[in-house]
């Protein structure tokens, strides 16, 4: 869905992957493009941009991976392809976004037609280390409300040998409602007077000098120094709108551990809870019956205030070119057990981003890891990470939200 103040906000379903089946790849390309309705041409140019990509892992890469899924909202759906290896990278990624550049002399279509073909193409490459790219295709003419990049992205994979995924991510929009939630009376009062969100955190657009002084006062009085965490009693969400997001670990893997992560995303995203500690309850309550899993929940609002919860071992941190914090979560077992809930309020740096992941990715990365891949967006800052700090001795998934600039 999308939110006015926000940038695109986008769910994703229909995940496959594929390791050296580019035949496959092509048919699941096409397949999908028919399915939600992206037309006969649009869905010929994503097969042809598909073949490109697959194609090129198979030539040039030891390893790699193509994912495709579909993205939507309320308005439309369209196809992201995924590509990401661990070949000996792009020295010169401009040269070979040129028409007529082949590394292997081949008569592919080149990356820069793949560039053209796409409503969005995002390319990130290291020599030695290896490759990611990202491309969005959206039926002709392309609906205003996915135009922009997505402020959180995420991806998820299976344990090698498996076909369904006990790792999840999830997000919704908080409509700003004042609601009554089962369980949860008295917590969901107004919120104290507060200044009002400085939209232009998320906007892009200069704020005024009034609403920056103003912004200024109420960060310092809420947060100190900046990034310092804060333990919220009864945490309450601010005024006006906010986006939740959620990362779920089912327990173990397997068919069972997806069904505990599904019934987590279920209850999420069908719930309306405001704060990430409601949340939290909910999901609890819906993976009463299942394996549990480890959660976390953050929202985001418009001013940058950052609301997380978590329980059980998701990683999470706030990361910047400079430096890396990682959020506080307790331990427990979504669904069976949980110890008194503590939320945490904290500042998402204007030029930085939060990273959750389950623990199907190593803890063993730096923000210099990640400090040139801020600027790219966040879906694929997330199949980066997991490319590096990915193992395939379990499900693995990764979501990245990222401030406006």
């Known amino acids: 869905m999308t939110s006015p103040g926000f940038a695109p906000i986008l769910d994703c379903e229909d995940v496959a992957w594929f390791r050296d089946q580019p035949e496959a790849a092509r048919g699941a390309a096409a397949a999908l ?3 939600i309705g992206l037309g006969e041409q649009r869905s010929s140019e994503l097969v042809l941009a598909v073949a490109e990509l697959a ?14 899924r579909v993205l939507r909202n309320e308005a439309t759906a369209g196809v992201e392809v995924l590509a990401v290896d661990n070949g000996p990278g792009i020295a010169d990624v401009p040269a070979a976004l040129q028409d007529g550049m082949s590394t292997a002399g081949t008569l592919g279509i080149g990356l820069g037609a793949v560039q053209r073909l796409a409503d969005s ?4 490459s290291q020599p030695g280390l290896g490759t990611v790219q990202v491309a969005r295709f959206w039926p002709r003419p392309q609906h205003p409300s996915v135009a922009g990049e997505p402020m959180v992205g995420g991806i998820s994979r299976p344990i090698s040998g498996e076909q369904v995924c006990g790792d999840a ?3 919704r929009t908080d409509t700003g409602e004042q609601t009554s939630q089962p369980g949860f009376e008295g917590t969901n009062r107004p919120a104290a007077p507060r200044t009002a969100p400085d ?4 906007t892009g657009r200069p704020p005024t000098a009034r609403t920056t002084a103003a912004s200024e006062r109420d960060s310092s009085a809420r947060w100190g120094r900046v990034g310092r965490p804060a333990a919220v009693r009864a945490a309450v969400a601010g005024p006006g709108q906010g986006v939740l997001v959620m990362s779920c670990d089912g ?7 997806a069904r505990a992560a599904q019934a987590a995303v279920h209850a999420f995203k069908t719930g309306t809870a405001r704060t990430p500690e409601q949340a939290m309850e909910q999901v609890h309550r819906a993976l009463r019956g299942t394996r549990g899993a480890a959660v976390a929940i953050a929202r985001l609002e418009p001013d940058g205030r950052l609301l997380f ?7 999470a941190a706030l990361v910047t070119s400079t430096s890396r914090s990682t959020l506080l979560s307790h331990p427990g077992i979504t669904g069976h057990q949980m110890h008194q809930l503590r939320t945490y309020e904290h500042r998402l740096p204007a030029h930085g981003i939060l990273v959750m992941h389950s623990d199907g990715l190593s803890e063993r990365w730096t923000h210099s890891d990640l400090a040139g891949l801020l600027h790219h967006p966040p879906a694929l800052i997330a199949a980066a990470l997991m490319r590096q700090a990915g193992t395939r001795r379990d499900d693995a998934s990764a979501v990245i939200i990222k401030a406006a600039r």
């Open 309 to 315: 919860c978590g329980v059980g071992n998701i990683t």
């Open 169 to 171: 991510w999830s997000i």
């Open 33 to 35: 493009g028919r399915r």
């Open 55 to 68: 194609g090129n892992i198979a030539k040039h890469a030891a390893d790699g991976s193509l994912l495709l």
């Open 121 to 124: 193409f995002h390319i990130h």
């Open 199 to 202: 939209w232009a955190a998320l």
């Open 251 to 257: 327990l173990g893997h397997g068919p069972m551990a």
